[in-house]
């Protein structure tokens, strides 16, 4: 599994466009890229996936580029609602059998200031 | 539609004793996944169901076990209870095994081992 490097923490301002990059040097081929926000006291919740160049949801876009070692999630204009954990997550995709693993690393706190 | 629900919400349990929480999936999702959450560190995976088998494992002992229903709920059991048990438990559900599908977690379990 490959893994994942985040900043700790970061700090913004409401109205500020963050972005959050990820590195994952020992990405392997078939290896997807997921993002995902947790609050406090709550189970994650999914944010985005991608596989390679640009995803764009409602919420987010993650940007990866060509050589896929670093992915990069955006944020448009954040409110104070967005101060939460984010988590980047290099996963290989399941070819059957137990060799399903999905590991989580300590996540970026994004901490959205008025 | 009724999303990921944990029983109990909390439980204090004595060393040495043993536990069983449990978990309702998302109407639709044939895949749980347990993952143990402590104080400032990211989820950790301990094994996946896919139709009620186990589908992968992470670096937990054997006294981690599970279960899965044919109504696809499922049950986390942990024996012989220590002291670094003492976390959040989370569940997700999905539509498929793999990590290429979305997973909805529910609001966890908190356990507390004095």
């Known amino acids: 599994l490959a893994k994942t490097t985040q900043p700790i923490s970061m700090d913004s301002y409401e109205g500020q466009e963050v972005n959050i990059t990820c590195s994952h040097n020992?990405?392997?081929?078939?290896?997807?890229i997921t993002w995902y926000q947790q609050f406090p006291s709550q189970g994650p919740r999914f944010i985005i996936q991608g596989y390679k160049t640009k995803v764009t949801n409602e919420v987010a876009s993650l940007f990866i580029p060509a050589d896929r070692k670093s992915s990069t999630l955006s944020l448009p204009r954040v409110s104070l609602s967005d101060t939460a954990v984010y988590y980047c997550l290099v996963s290989s995709p399941s070819s059957g059998g137990s060799n399903y693993k999905l590991t989580f690393g300590k996540g970026t706190l994004l901490t959205v200031n008025p | 539609e009724t999303g990921v629900t944990q029983s109990p919400t909390h439980l204090i349990k004595t060393r040495g004793q043993q536990v069983t929480l449990r978990c309702s999936s998302q109407s639709g999702h044939n895949t749980v996944s347990w993952y143990q959450q402590a104080l400032g560190q990211g989820p950790q995976f301990i094994f996946q169901?896919?139709?009620?088998?186990?589908?992968g494992r992470g670096n937990f002992p054997p006294r981690f076990s599970g279960l899965q229903f044919p109504n696809y709920s499922s049950e986390l059991n942990v024996n012989a209870l220590e002291l670094d048990d003492s976390a959040l438990y989370l569940c997700?559900?999905?539509?498929?095994?793999?990590?290429?599908?979305?997973?909805?977690f529910g609001p966890g379990t908190r356990l507390t081992v004095t």
């Open positions: 169901y896919y139709r009620e088998e186990e589908n």
């Open positions: 020992n990405i392997a081929t078939n290896d997807y």
């Open positions: 997700a559900s999905s539509l498929g095994s793999g990590v290429s599908y979305e997973q909805y």
